[in-house]
């Protein structure tokens, strides 16, 4: 029984270019199924006691996983439950779903769901290990709703479609320094709640939208464009530790919040920071202010999510209930 890729989770989280593109997924073999996966997700759903909330067992540990339907490019909580309980992991086809120890004998750990993941039924393999030493497999019938995006098109100055020598040098940097502050031991949340809305205003381009620059540069859209005024102060969406702030070619004045659990937030395109690399910051606490740097057609916040190796719908990440969220503060701020 191939267990290996599930109970040993991965040690860091994986690269980002300051503008995302397409990424490699952590490998993951899929396991077998054990008897317990093989019941519908309508029975799953009865015995977790709820439509968005699957379940299943595995010897004497339960699994919980939450919700019961996805888009491609959203987020899933998974539980696993059990006494004496020594480890726990899963795994979506080739996403690995670390998972951290959350009192005795509870596991949980949050999956992502790829942008190009097809529509339609999956399953979340789970395995543990017991206070016995032995292994249980199995795995949760999740169903996977197609995404609908949009396509844009957008004009930019020629530099961001056909940089010079120099300024590819720049992006080679700045993705290395992306490389670099991603590689965070995987531990429990630093968060307890759910996440904030950065900037709480009207919310323009979405996750996954197609966008063509200058007629003939192709890409998609990693995160949320949120808007707003020049100079006006954009918040932790929770509590972290910067592990990045930058300015880079692309994404402008950039910063990186580290959440645990193999979570991050990036804020792009500030113009000016409020805080440096290492900082520990709060929910609702100052990063820096809206501007236009970067590959940027005006003020606005590009708001992106990361989850282990996988960008996600940042919107997705927003509506996750994790819990009443700390009051957001309400101080005008400072230069302004």
């Known amino acids: 029984m191939a267990l290996g890729c599930l109970l040993g989770a991965p040690a860091t989280s994986a690269a980002q270019e300051c503008l995302p593109g397409d990424e490699e997924s952590e490998s993951c073999e899929p396991l077998p199924l054990a008897s317990a996966a093989s019941q519908p997700a309508a029975q799953a759903r009865k015995e977790a006691g709820g439509a968005d909330v699957l379940g299943t067992s595995l010897g004497e540990a339960r699994v919980r996983l939450r919700p019961a339907?996805?888009?491609?490019?959203?987020?899933f909580e998974l539980e696993v439950r059990g006494e004496g309980l020594l480890s726990a992991a899963g795994c979506l086809g080739s996403m690995a779903v670390p998972m951290f120890a959350d009192g005795p004998g509870r596991f949980r750990g949050f999956g992502a769901v790829p942008l190009d993941h097809p529509a339609g039924p999956a399953l979340v393999h789970v395995a543990v290990v017991d206070q016995d030493l032995k292994a249980h497999s199995g795995s949760?019938?999740?169903?996977?709703?197609?995404?609908?995006?949009?396509?844009?098109?957008?004009?930019?100055?020629?530099?961001?479609?056909?940089?010079?020598?120099?300024?590819?040098a720049q992006m080679q940097a700045d993705a290395k320094a992306l490389r670099q502050c991603y590689q965070v031991p995987f531990g429990p949340p630093l968060f307890t709640g759910s996440f904030i809305d950065p900037l709480g205003h009207e919310r323009g381009s979405r996750f996954g939208e197609k966008r063509v620059f200058n007629g003939r540069t192709r890409s998609r859209h990693w995160g949320l464009d949120i808007d707003g005024e020049a100079g006006e102060p954009v918040r932790a969406s929770h509590d972290g530790v910067v592990a990045l702030a930058r300015p880079c070619f692309m994404s402008g004045l950039t910063v990186i919040v580290s959440h645990g659990a193999g979570l991050f937030t990036?804020?792009?395109?500030?113009?000016?920071?409020?805080?440096?690399?290492?900082?520990?910051?709060k929910?609702?606490?100052?990063?820096?202010?809206v501007g236009s740097t970067g590959r940027s057609t005006g003020p606005h916040l590009h708001f992106a999510t990361k989850l282990h190796r996988t960008l996600i719908d940042p919107e997705a990440l927003l509506e996750f209930d994790l819990g009443a969220p700390t009051p957001r503060p309400v101080a005008v701020e400072p230069g302004r």
């Open 140 to 168: 949760v019938p999740i169903q996977l709703v197609e995404r609908v995006v949009d396509r844009k098109a957008i004009s930019v100055s020629s530099r961001f479609t056909r940089p010079t020598a120099t300024q590819k």
């Open 69 to 75: 339907s996805i888009r491609p490019g959203g987020l």
């Open 266 to 281: 990036g804020y792009f395109h500030f113009s000016r920071f409020a805080v440096q690399t290492g900082q520990k910051v």
């Open 283 to 289: 929910q609702g606490e100052v990063l820096g202010y």
